[in-house]
């Protein structure tokens, strides 16, 4: 008799439906499944009877079908306190739009477009699942994290993901980022991955549904775009995450294919709740996750329902619902109750909408909570997923307070071993002389200059003796000097072209000093040759004997025509130091390594090259000539004949060897061609002056050679009478020669 009975107060929700969308009947049974478990709850809504009645519209023409059942319900008793859903952008936005007019709070589970972010337009829309630009400042900070200051983006042309990736451009500029493209695609992806292949981009991020973001992948497989040059990120690790066989099947790529793609992929999602948060009971619902997929199964079984997925995030939304508004008694007025609630009142939506915003609790979709506009912040995870399938957490953003974490545990990998570069970085190497070489090769010819010098002094120091005065030591002094030129020439070729002061004018001198020294040392040599020929293959005795005026003569007119040809080079078409690329090498990372080295060159260097060589071949081969006709000479009156010879084939076959090996060999092989080049002039300078000098010398230290007057000389025993007779006539050019003043009298 004392029992008093509460009558509870039935406040409705409202759902707006397409009847032949199937998921349509899985979303109304996970509604009504939630607001029972909402109903076991006593300190929920106390006195208060949540209900929701669906609106379903009966097929989908365009959106105003919705309008119209919205307003149909609207029109039609009881009031409705809150509007749940619908599921789609495109009416997502006719329905907030329209019960904003209503002051009725819409809460939606599954619309992610970033539009509805729209506080102006959609006052009083929340929503359950985060906004697929929730993940763009995330993005931006590991943008920055890896210094990818360049990025391209391809966005399927569809309404929930085309708004994001615009949100995702707009932060890019904010932050300096530069957007190489932005390309969309409808249907196919082929043509953007084309794009993206040929384009400067290596830092590429997808926007794209889940069926279209593997075709993209697959793509990226097809075209071969992946790899330690290209980093990949996607918005969503969903897009791509459920891969099986049969999917593929039309698409032209395997799973496998696919995977390959994602190697290395980055991918960025909202925190969701993890297999080991299974059996963790869900919030103020009392469940486990295990126990509440029981239960939502009970629940479909007896109504009649067939198996479906739950979907959390409409679960969550019922709750968030039930919350905002139990949270909402407590700000009423004095004896104000919620199902007092009329269209007209905006007071009390502002309650509702203030309170939902200010809810912090564990969903089945993971924890909820709402940023001021309605839209829920979570925390973003940032997964890398390799070929294998597998995935691994390596970050999270915190939107709270735009900080990343990176994962201990996990860090994040890249094929290349380091983050790619933003672009294909071209790294300019300049190619130089290795320090070493050169500093050996200067060695070496520092002692050869120094032994040049020694056998010039003692030219002119043993000046008087009869063997360097039989030898033309006038000549043998040019010899030593054109060596000591040629030595010279090693470390000049060795110094840096850029590094050196003037250094065009070292290319000159370069020249200059080789040409100079070549002509000197092989002249004299060439001459001495010329001479014995003479002297030999002469039938007759010579008018007039040669001297070695003569001989200088001879020299003189090769250094003439060379100075000609080198002024005529050098005023026309001068040498100047070129910055040439060598090669490139593009590393596996996409940096190209660019090799550049300074060289002397001018517009026709090969021509004045082959005319100079020319011109020297042609020395080489008439010198190579005489000293083969005089090879058996041994005409002690020139005494030195057969070593002069020697040396003559020894310049030879260095300068036919070393050349041809120089020209062939790529300009990158610096160091191989100052080896060739120093050690072939090394060797035929050196043994130019060991075989001209070292005879004499060697006298001179036995003591096997006197300062003696210019007796007839004996004769080699290979030349015969008649040619003993001619060469004495000859032989009065060297006796002239020989003449000093001081040995006049003797001769
Ligand atoms: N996650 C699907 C979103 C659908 C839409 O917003 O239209």
């Known amino acids: 008799k004392n029992e008093t009975v509460t009558i509870k107060k039935t406040v409705y929700l409202l759902c707006i439906s397409l009847e032949n969308f199937i998921r349509m009947y899985e979303m109304s049974a996970i509604l009504q499944f939630s607001l029972d478990v909402v109903k076991n709850r006593t300190d929920l809504l106390p006195g208060y009877n949540l209900q929701i009645i669906c609106g379903f519209t009966q097929k989908f023409v365009s959106v105003t079908i919705f309008y119209k059942e919205f307003i149909t319900q609207i029109s039609n008793p009881p009031t409705k306190i809150m509007v749940i859903g619908p599921m789609f952008t495109p009416e997502a936005k006719v329905i907030a739009e329209t019960s904003a007019l209503y002051n009725l709070v819409e809460i939606s589970y599954f619309v992610t477009s970033p539009q509805m972010s729209d506080s102006e337009k959609y006052p009083y829309f929340a929503r359950t699942i985060e906004s697929t630009a929730l993940r763009n400042p995330a993005m931006i900070q590991v943008l920055n994290y890896f210094n990818w200051t360049k990025v391209a983006i391809i966005s399927q042309n569809l309404d929930y993901v085309l708004p994001a990736s615009d949100n995702l451009k707009h932060l890019l500029k904010k932050d300096n980022i530069t957007l190489l493209s932005a390309l969309t695609f409808d249907n196919s992806a082929t043509q953007v991955i084309r794009q993206i292949k040929e384009s400067a981009a290596r830092i590429i991020i997808i926007f794209a549904g889940h069926v279209l973001a593997r075709h993209v992948l697959c793509e990226v497989y097809r075209q071969g775009v992946y790899g330690p040059r290209h980093q990949w990120l996607i918005w969503e690790r969903n897009a791509y995450m459920k891969l099986s066989e049969g999917k593929f099947v039309g698409m032209g790529c395997t799973k496998q294919q696919v995977l390959a793609a994602c190697n290395f992929l980055i991918a960025f999602s909202p925190a969701k709740p993890s297999k080991e948060d299974e059996d963790t009971i869900i919030g103020d619902s009392g469940y486990t996750t295990t126990e509440l997929r029981q239960k939502y199964s009970e629940y479909l079984d007896q109504h009649g329902y067939n198996q479906s997925i739950l979907s959390t995030s409409a679960f969550d939304a019922i709750w968030a619902a039930a919350k905002a508004l139990n949270a909402s008694i407590e700000r009423l007025q004095p004896n104000e109750t919620i199902d007092q609630f009329t269209y007209d009142n905006n007071r009390m939506t502002k309650i509702f909408f203030n309170s939902l915003t200010n809810l912090q ?73 290795d320090k070493v070489l050169f500093w050996v090769g200067t060695c070496f010819a520092s002692l050869g200059i120094v032994f040049c010098t020694g056998c010039v002094a003692f030219n002119i120091y043993y000046s008087k003796l009869r063997v360097i005065k039989m030898s033309s030591p006038k000549i043998n002094t040019l010899i030593a000097i054109g060596c000591g030129m040629s030595l010279l020439f090693i470390p000049l070729l060795g110094i840096d072209n850029h590094e050196s002061v003037g250094s065009n004018s070292m290319c000159t001198v370069r020249l200059v000093v080789l040409v100079c020294g070549f002509t000197f040392a092989y002249g004299g040599m060439f001459a001495k040759t010329w001479r014995v020929h003479v002297i030999f293959t002469n039938k007759k005795p010579l008018k007039r004997p040669v001297r070695d005026a003569h001989l200088m003569a001879f ?18 078409d001068p040498l100047v130091v070129h910055l040439f690329d060598i090669n490139h090498e593009v590393q596996a990372d996409g940096a190209i390594i660019n090799r550049q080295a300074y060289i002397c060159s001018s517009t026709y260097v090969d021509q004045w090259t082959g005319v100079l060589c020319g011109f020297k071949a042609l020395l080489l081969i008439f ?47 610096m160091n191989m061609s100052f080896g060739i080049i120093s050690t072939s002039v090394f060797v035929c300078t050196i043994t130019t002056l060991l075989l001209v000098f070292g005879p004499k010398m060697q006298l001179v230290v036995t003591g096997g050679e006197k300062v003696d007057d210019c007796a007839v000389l004996p004769f080699a025993s290979s030349v015969n009478q008649k040619k003993k007779s001619m060469v004495a006539g000859a032989m009065s050019s060297v006796v002239d020669d020989c003449r000093g003043p001081s040995t006049s009298s003797r001769c």
């Open 361 to 433: 609790f564990e969903g089945a979709s993971g924890h909820i909570s709402f940023d001021e506009k309605g839209d829920r912040s979570s925390m973003i995870v940032i997964s890398q997923h390799f070929s294998d399938g597998s995935d691994k957490e390596v970050g999270r953003y915190n939107p709270d307070d735009n900080s990343l974490t990176w994962s201990k545990q996990f860090p994040v990998r890249f094929p290349g071993g380091r983050p790619p570069p933003d672009a294909d970085i071209l790294i300019t190497n300049t190619i130089k002389m």
């Open 555 to 572: 020299v003189g007119v090769v250094l003439l025509l060379d100075v000609i040809l080198l002024v005529a080079w050098q005023v026309t």
């Open 623 to 669: 010198g190579i000539f005489f000293a083969w006709e005089t090879r058996k000479v041994r005409i002690e009156a020139l005494n030195d004949s057969k070593e002069i010879g020697i040396c003559v084939y020894n310049i030879m076959i260095m300068s036919f060897v070393s050349v041809p090996i120089y020209r062939l060999l790529p300009m990158q092989q």
